[in-house]
């Protein structure tokens, strides 16, 4: 067997989410000023509109579209997405891994909507071309538990009727995204910027803020998901001022890493980084035939949450391997999603350096040779 390889990756690697803060960050970088404040301080307020600020600037968001930070992360923001504009239109759910069915679940199961639901395998994408377009449309941009993600936004139709709902907790920084196909977008700070979990992050486009504006749900709405006030948007949510209370901690940690992203160049530049990322884990499963992608497809693989095969290993063995690789300090938590294939996710966002993703290789190795 061969030994343990030199080279360590400077920060392991986490299955789902980036492996340490952004290089270079440490706590007193962070502007402390805010915390221990009230978040409805005149400095509470200007620090959250200041992490909303730069929200759009990195996302390039137009300003049709609204940012809000709200509670309960990506599963918040996308439930309270749910719970206040469904039902005005028929539903279609789309699911090819984990999240988008506990979408369907929250759909068939809680809201008991009836809607039509299209699946596929895990590592395959479901055909777009059957989604009609007249109903409300559910949906992630990049499953993080299968590694596929939908190719692009030319299947979202222009003059589409519903509404598209998009789940993009780890695509945002690591796509550039067609804004004008997204009317709801949510995500969490602690996928590809690396940041402090809590909060999702809610993104409205003016058909989605018309339909909060026109259409009332049967259900009653708990406090943390009312969006609206007297039948008009509550626009303070998108300002800063927030319908409960946020860690000013967390919102610190967000803005460091908006800032670092910044300075690397930006949406293009985390774009860069990722893709980098990717490529360098593609050339790694390239050279070893007993390595493979679990989306075959190059099109519609995640560039952030990367899913792989390993011939003739079950789920006993893919647990021995990255507790080995937990042990030498290696990689965390990177056997793949419990519902999914056998297989290990590594996480190729931003944060990540290529030089990481490239000293991982031979560790691999190592890990299978010591589990055979």
Request: with cysteine.
């Amino acid at each position: 067997m061969t030994d343990k390889p030199h080279v360590r990756p400077a920060r392991p690697f986490f299955s789902s989410g980036p492996c340490a803060k952004p290089p270079g960050w440490s706590p007193d970088k962070l502007q402390l000023d805010s915390l221990g404040r009230s978040h409805r301080s005149k400095l509470g307020k200007a620090r959250l509109a200041h992490c909303i600020d730069l929200m759009r600037e990195m996302l390039q968001l137009p300003d049709t579209h609204r940012i809000g930070i709200v509670p309960g992360s990506d599963t918040g923001a996308y439930e309270m997405a749910m719970w206040t504009m469904l039902g005005a239109r028929p539903v279609t759910a789309l699911a090819w891994e984990s999240f988008g069915e506990g979408w369907v679940t929250d759909a068939v199961k809680q809201l008991k909507l009836d809607p039509t639901v299209i699946r596929a395998d895990y590592g395959q994408l479901p055909d777009l071309s059957q989604v009609d377009w007249s109903h409300d449309v559910l949906f992630t941009w990049n499953g993080t538990t299968s590694g596929v993600r939908v190719p692009n936004g030319e299947w979202i139709a222009a003059d589409r009727q519903g509404l598209s709902f998009a789940d993009a907790t780890s695509a945002v920084f690591a796509y550039d995204l067609p804004w004008d196909k997204i009317d709801v977008a949510t995500f969490s700070w602690q996928k590809v910027l690396g940041g402090e979990g809590a909060h999702g992050v809610l993104i409205l486009g003016p058909r989605a803020v018309e339909r909060l504006e026109s259409y009332t749900p049967a259900w009653p709405l708990p406090k943390v998901f009312r969006l609206t006030s007297k039948g008009k948007l509550s626009e303070g949510i998108f300002k800063g001022e927030t319908i409960n209370t946020p860690s000013m901690l967390a919102v610190e940690d967000a803005i460091f890493a908006l800032e670092w992203a910044r300075g690397l160049g930006g949406l293009q530049g985390l774009i860069a980084r990722s893709d980098a990322n990717a490529a360098a884990l593609d050339r790694i499963v390239e050279q070893r035939e007993w390595l493979s992608h679990l989306a075959a497809d190059p099109a519609i693989r995640s560039r952030t949450s990367v899913c792989l095969t390993l011939e003739s290993a079950d789920e006993a063995r893919i647990k021995r391997m990255a507790a080995l690789l937990d042990a030498e300090d290696v990689a965390y938590d990177i056997a793949g999603y419990r519902d999914a294939p056998p297989g290990l996710r590594i996480w190729c966002g931003a944060t990540v350096d290529t030089s990481d993703i490239e000293a991982l290789g031979p560790w691999l190795d190592w890990a299978r040779q010591h589990t055979a």
